[in-house]
């Protein structure tokens, strides 16, 4: 077996990659609002879509405009919303997609008034998934949300999707038909519309090698976080990841070092603003060992950074939902595609580039000397976080 045999074989170890696909890297709303609604508006017989975030806003607008009119003309549209994430989508429209004929549904809809402080509020769709006839699927970070917020930065959200075509879309579309049923079982609200039987289909001109890999809490606990740890394990070149909420595990943090100290290029693009500024300072209680032994990290200062996507040797490139936190590697359900093409990690790596040139590099030596009220908040809020895990059930953090 040869060596680049042998990385595949461990890479994907559990997971069911293939070849012949054709993906397009999307980069921030400007191109994944007209790549799904174009394909919505193409649909001739079912739409599943799934969100974390199904915001009101004029993007959102054109999303449900397109898959009310797609409902219109008979094709079986089902969207999966996320009870927390999506709780402030208004009733006028969930009212206005319902008549259309568009059935939605809520992933765990909140109950009561006490579900901020209830942990197991934290078990979350954080997946974000759009499957249109068996035939294209995006995949990746970006929820149904308007990524420009002019008033606040000049560049739109940093944010990547992919649009699949090709075989692993077998894979997508029995993905997101299985959760459908699901939840509507779970909530007793089967939908009385039979299932179209439908057969995947794709060009036959694709080339790329790649996978479909989920975070569940039943066969696919870690499969998402055991990628990670394999592709940092076995990399001899350069690691490059852009992630919005970081706060590894020990596990993830020590194959971090020791590729760095193994003459490894390791870079971290993470957020320099945040709405979340409790989880970012828990991150920051990592940066100071981190940057000591070599590993370098960059703040995005020109927007919020949102992407989850990651790049090892040139070769290797993950885009997806899943943020490399607590919440989104033992708590969340969360969807990436890992694929293994040199081209695809260029175009990926060229725009990430491009984004770490406008970035902050933090300083070794000044987060060697930070203050320790600063450092002891940091771990105070990193401490915290474990603490909530922990009350989810989310288990071991290592």
């Known amino acids: 077996m040869t060596a680049r045999s042998r990385w595949r074989t461990l890479l994907f170890r559990g997971t069911e990659p293939v070849s012949g696909n054709r993906l397009r890297l999307l980069q921030s709303g400007a191109e994944f609002f007209p790549a799904l609604i174009a394909a919505i508006d193409a649909a001739h017989t079912e739409v599943h879509l799934e969100t974390y975030i199904f915001n009101p806003d004029p993007s959102a607008e054109a999303v449900r405009d397109a898959l009310m009119r797609a409902a219109r003309r008979g094709v079986r549209v089902c969207v999966l919303v996320d009870g927390v994430g999506s709780r402030e989508l208004p009733a006028a429209w969930l009212e206005a997609l319902k008549t259309a004929g568009v059935s939605v549904l809520h992933y765990r809809p909140l109950a009561g008034r006490g579900w901020r402080s209830n942990p197991h509020s934290l078990r979350r769709l954080h997946r974000k998934l759009a499957v249109v006839d068996a035939r294209i699927a995006l995949v990746g970070g970006m929820n149904i949300i308007d990524d420009y917020e002019p008033e606040r930065f000049a560049a739109p959200r940093l944010d990547f999707s992919v649009e699949v075509q090709g075989p692993l879309l077998a894979q997508i579309h029995q993905s ?82 020791k590729a760095a100290a193994r003459g490894v290029q390791v870079r971290l693009l993470v957020q320099g603003h945040t709405d979340h500024p409790f989880f970012q300072a828990a991150s920051r209680a990592l940066y100071r060992d981190l940057l000591a032994v070599g590993v370098k990290i960059y703040e995005h200062q020109a927007s919020e950074l949102h992407a989850k996507v990651a790049i090892v040797d040139g070769q290797r490139a993950t885009v997806g939902s899943s943020n490399i936190d607590p919440f989104s590697l033992l708590l969340a359900r969360e969807a990436n595609i890992v694929v293994d093409d040199a081209a695809f990690a260029r175009a990926l790596q060229q725009r990430l580039q491009a984004a770490i040139d406008q970035a902050t590099p ?29 009350l989810a059930g989310g288990g071991r953090w290592v």
């Not at 000044?366 to 320790?372: I, P």
């Open 176 to 257: 997101v038909r299985r959760l459908w049923r699901l939840v509507a079982l779970t909530q007793l609200q089967a939908d009385t519309r039979r299932q179209p039987e439908i057969r995947p289909s794709w060009p036959t001109d694709g080339h790329m090698r790649a996978a479909f890999v989920v975070r569940d809490n039943f066969a696919h606990r870690r499969d998402i976080e055991r990628v990670y740890l394999t592709a940092l394990a076995l990399a001899h070149d350069e690691i490059l990841i852009a992630n919005a909420y970081f706060m590894p595990g020990r596990r993830f943090r020590t194959l971090l070092k």
């Open 362 to 390: 933090l300083d070794p030596a000044d987060w060697q000397r930070r203050a320790w009220p600063q450092r002891m908040l940091s771990w105070l809020a990193y401490g915290g976080v474990r603490f909530m895990v922990g």
